[in-house]
């Protein structure tokens, strides 16, 4: 073997090589001095490379924010999800007039028939949820989760994969509005359109204190579908009463539907401020779901996670979750 | 994805904004950044969402250096004084003199050969790294070794001090 060049010592040192080129290398190095040299070297060089990027790190003390969940997620995508729906209508009006097609026997009539059963299925949108479970799950090729509603999951498919290039920069104290009130800050969702059109106004008057609305709404966090349960229900989950603070709305009950006994409350403090209180009826399970994030916006108190997100400065929600005992 | 989203957020998430402090040099907006590339992943589900993200990760950053070298262009007009001033001892023992310095010397080394050693340094193998860059695999540690050896050399040879202080 001829002596070693500097990629493969490089390789090999960076415990790449593979291993019969790293016993070829290791059995040449035991017999050449130079070789072993400047293996020598070339690892004194990586440390030093090393060394030096260590330098280039982020400042001391920056802190990183917390995933684009997990407790992401309400971004309404209307102008996103409009086009789907016309998508699905216009592929069922013309489900409808193939099936509807004129056979030799029939007259003139029944095309007609079949053009207005087409035009009033096309007019109509959002799609009634019906048609769109017909359509939309043809156009999937992920497959459905089991506990996920299959016009939810479909109409949010759609939303997702329609999006290439519409992305929102998440960051904490920063609200997403795409028309209504904003709900929080930290949060990309597809929210089906039924789900919205189901949901009241967040922080509208009178929607507090546990009633969640009533047209299913569902949540994803870090790709589990969270869905909405009264307070009596979410009792039974924790089998304790759901903690939350008092005097503030509260906006949705969600529950983990893959994580037993887990609950998360989200109340608004102010417009688009929103606290999270994730309850577990086992302490262990809300850690290891939560620890994911390390944000500072987050904060445990007893069995208690704590994330707060709104369109204030960091320092003021910070300021707001010490308030928080 | 998701679950396994998850855990690439995880393991990787610190990582990519590391790989993307050293190409734009703002740490927020390596986070901004870094939270857009894993907002794309979560609306595609890439299948290997780690190599994906670097790859995201660096066509964004190239977008965002052309953008910050257009407007340094103007702003190289407006200013005085020239840009490469010596630091001064205290400044050489400064975090951001020394960040700076390296910051240079990354400057210096090739597109590639800085790629390639950003991609190491992210915990990135060699077989996903020349995935990425389109190198074959055994030319990886080959490159590798010259993007080391420039980046220290030209480190090197930015100030006396500096290497004391080393």
Not at chain 1, 54 to 74: N, Q, Y
Not at chain 1, 180 to 199: E, N, V
Not at chain 2, 38 to 53: C, D, I, K, M, Q
Request: a neutral charge.
């Amino acid at each position: 073997m001829s002596h070693v060049d500097e990629g493969t010592l490089h390789a090999y040192l960076d415990g790449e090589l593979p291993a019969a080129e790293r016993a070829q290398l290791e059995a040449h190095i035991a017999d050449c001095v130079p070789c072993r040299e400047r293996l020598a070297e070339e690892r004194g060089l990586i440390e030093r490379a090393d060394r030096l990027l260590a330098l280039a790190d982020l400042p001391a003390g920056h802190t990183h924010r917390p995933a684009p969940a997990p407790v992401e997620s309400l971004r309404r995508r209307p102008r996103l999800v409009v086009p789907a729906a016309w998508a699905a209508s216009i592929a069922l009006a013309f489900l409808t007039g193939w099936l509807l097609r004129p056979t030799p026997q029939t007259t003139g009539n029944v095309v007609d028939e079949s053009k207005q059963i087409a035009a009033a299925v096309t007019a109509d949108s959002p799609v009634p949820a019906s048609s769109r479970d017909a359509v939309a799950p043809a156009t999937r090729s992920r497959a459905s989760a089991a506990h996920r509603q299959p016009a939810k999951a479909s109409g949010d498919s759609l939303a997702v994969e329609a999006e290439t290039s519409v992305v929102p920069v998440l960051k904490p104290g920063v609200v997403e509005n795409a028309g209504r009130p904003a709900l929080r800050g930290a949060a990309p969702a597809a929210i089906p359109p039924t789900t919205i059109a189901a949901r009241p106004a967040a922080g509208a008057p009178g929607y507090s204190q546990g009633q969640p609305a009533e047209g299913q709404l569902e949540r994803r966090v870090i790709g589990t579908t969270w869905t909405a349960i009264a307070a009596g229900p979410a009792r039974k989950v924790l089998g304790t009463d759901v903690a939350q603070i008092p005097g503030i709305p509260v906006r949705d009950i969600l529950q983990n539907p893959l994580v037993p006994g887990q609950v998360m409350v989200e109340q608004e403090v102010a417009e688009g401020t929103v606290v999270q209180l994730l309850q577990s009826a086992h302490l262990d399970t809300a850690m290891m779901a939560y620890s994911s994030g390390g944000s500072p916006l987050q904060k445990t108190v007893g069995r208690l996670q704590v994330r707060i997100s709104g369109p204030l400065a960091m320092d003021s929600l910070l300021k707001l979750l010490d308030l928080v005992r | 994805m998701p679950d396994d989203l998850a855990d690439v957020y995880r393991t990787t998430y610190p990582a990519l904004v590391r790989f993307l402090y050293r190409k734009v040099w703002d740490a927020e907006r390596a986070e901004d950044l870094a939270q857009e590339a894993f907002s794309r992943a979560l609306a595609h589900r890439p299948e290997n969402p780690r190599g994906w993200l670097f790859v995201v990760a660096a066509n964004m950053a190239r977008d965002e250096a052309r953008k910050a070298a257009r407007e340094r262009r103007h702003l190289t007009l407006l200013a005085a004084e020239p840009q490469d001033q010596r630091p001064s001892p205290e400044e050489i023992l400064d975090d951001e003199a020394r960040r700076r310095r390296v910051r240079e010397a990354l400057d210096q080394l090739t597109p590639r050969d800085r790629e390639v050693l950003l991609l190491w340094d992210a915990g990135l193998s060699y077989d996903e790294i020349a995935a990425q860059t389109g190198l074959a695999r055994t030319a990886v540690g080959t490159t590798l070794a010259r993007a080391r050896r420039r980046l220290v050399e030209a480190y090197g040879s930015g100030s006396e001090d500096v290497r004391v202080a080393r």
